[in-house]
């Protein structure tokens, strides 16, 4: 089985846990500037939340896992000779 509802509930809730800028470049191994540009100029697809008339910058760690995901790179298989 998948789990009762009341595990989901709680999965869910540490999954989407609100990261600070600091804790989310960590996270990424960026600095938070880096996330200010990526912001700014929307090169990536990593969602944030604005609070406080977006003085506040958080980021979901679901979405900063998810953001990890995309990036994955399968390796090649070897050519045979």
Do not use: H
């Amino acid at each position: 089985m998948n789990g009762s509802p009341a595990q989901k509930a709680e999965t869910a809730g540490r999954t989407d846990r609100l990261l600070t800028e600091r804790q989310a470049a960590e996270m990424l191994a960026v600095s938070p500037t880096t996330l200010a540009t990526w912001r700014s100029r929307r090169r990536y697809s990593l969602r944030w939340v604005q609070l406080g008339g977006g003085r506040c910058i958080r980021y979901r760690l679901s979405d900063c896992e998810a953001f990890i995901e995309a990036g994955l790179v399968q390796d090649e298989p070897e050519a045979a000779s």
